[in-house]
């Protein structure tokens, strides 16, 4: 009997799936196929990470935690937090343990808004923001940003698209696809507009360890943005843990009570056995981040060289592991551009429209991975710009 897809609700069926999937399916059965497309650190978690999680298992810790995470490592993520981004949070009522950043961005959009509600959502951005405010019953309310002024929003930017109806400011910085950061400067311009207009800023940190030339600021630890700031980050990128599903949120504790209620029903609490892992992360992992930072730093700088060379203009990001060059010297849209490499040179970029329509005549390239891939990903995408 065929399945109804009128058993889905109308909001779900009209959601669009992600533009980054649809690549990674259209390499199924190809061989030899270099991607730049994915959005995870190449290296394997550190083995002491590794090591405490199988530890952890050998000592029976097999049961759930606290809804909110381990004490312990809620305590290890704040002191963290404070270390590095002179934010102080109460473990006990301002930090929850997530599934991956992921879910704490589902969380804060579902905390925050009644139907109807807008967030304001920077493009081009990692493709979760505005599926999530929408199934929040929120209306992503799209800021585009551009290449003139690098990718970054503007103050002015934020308040034109502001309603009455604006609760929220959804930011990544470094961001996703783009690779460029706001200074603290232009951070403190955001941040007025969201004390001027009672908005909340939904934060997403997840790349702060990955700054390659500035020091970096989080906007919890501007001057009245710590009440009204839900911050996010996690261990997927730079502890290399993807796989092992683990975040946290740091917010005021009215805040984070009501995302508490949320996560407590959804979800109970994150893995156990990667809470264990994550806490050794924190408290012996700084050498792996540094090292791996250091690998990302010479990859960006290769990379950014040869795209130039290739004639695909490509500014140097701040952080993250994305280069966001530009296509439109090819004459082609992203789209085309991206299919057809995949098709003549088996190299996976992804299409600057899969984070929001501003991304159009853009490209997708992730330096997560190998000096020798790179190389070779270089080398072949000079031969197909070449054939064009
Ligand atoms: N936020 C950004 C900006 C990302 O790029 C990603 C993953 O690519 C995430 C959040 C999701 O991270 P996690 O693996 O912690 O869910």
């Known amino acids: 009997m065929a399945v109804k897809t009128n058993y889905l609700a109308k909001h779900v069926r009209a959601l669009k799936p992600s533009g980054i999937r649809k690549f990674f399916d259209a390499t199924a059965g190809m061989t030899g196929v270099i991607s730049l497309g994915v959005g995870e650190p190449d290296f394997v978690t550190p ?4 090591e405490a999680a199988i530890l952890s298992l050998e000592n029976g810790h097999t049961s759930y935690t606290a809804n909110a995470g381990l004490p312990v490592l809620r305590e290890e993520i704040a002191a963290y937090i404070e270390n590095y981004f002179c934010v ?6 301002e930090v929850i343990v997530t599934v991956g950043a992921s879910e704490a961005i589902d969380l804060a959009m579902r905390a925050i808004l009644d139907p109807g509600d807008e967030v304001l959502v920077v493009e081009p951005c990692f493709v979760s923001y505005a599926p999530l405010v929408t199934l929040a019953g929120g209306k992503p309310v799209i800021v585009q940003t551009s290449r003139e002024n690098q990718f970054k929003v503007t103050a002015e930017e934020l308040e034109a698209a502001i309603t009455d109806r604006t609760r929220a400011i959804m930011i990544c910085s470094p961001n996703n696809p783009t690779g460029s950061m706001l200074s603290k400067e232009e951070m403190e311009r955001v941040a007025s507009v969201a004390i001027k207009h009672d908005l909340v800023v939904i934060s997403d940190e997840i790349y702060a360890e990955l700054v390659y030339d500035e020091l970096y600021t989080s906007f919890a630890a501007l001057e009245g943005m710590r009440e009204r700031t839900i911050l996010i980050s ?3 990128k730079d502890l290399a843990m993807t796989g092992w599903r683990l975040g946290f949120v740091c917010a005021p504790k009215e805040i984070i009570s009501g995302m508490l209620k949320i996560h407590q029903y959804a979800i109970m609490c ?6 264990y892992a994550a806490l050794e992360g924190l408290k012996t992992g700084r050498k792996d981040v540094n090292e791996m930072r250091r690998s990302y730093r010479e990859r960006r700088n290769f990379i950014v060289r040869s795209l130039n ?16 060059p530009c296509i439109e010297s090819t004459g082609m849209s992203s789209e085309e551009f991206a299919t057809g490499l995949l098709q003549a040179e088996k190299v996976v970029v992804v299409p600057g429209t899969a984070f929001g329509e501003g991304g159009e005549g853009f490209v997708r390239c992730s330096y997560a991975t190998s000096m020798a891939q790179l190389q070779e990903a270089m080398n072949r995408m000079k031969h197909y710009v070449a054939t064009l």
């Open 47 to 50: 083995w002491n990470v590794r």
């Open 88 to 93: 102080a949070y109460h473990p006990e009522s």
């Open 234 to 236: 996690g261990f997927s």
């Open 270 to 275: 994150a893995s156990t056995m990667a809470q």
């Open 309 to 324: 060379e290739i004639g695909l203009t490509c500014p140097k990001p701040e952080g993250a592991f994305y280069t966001f």
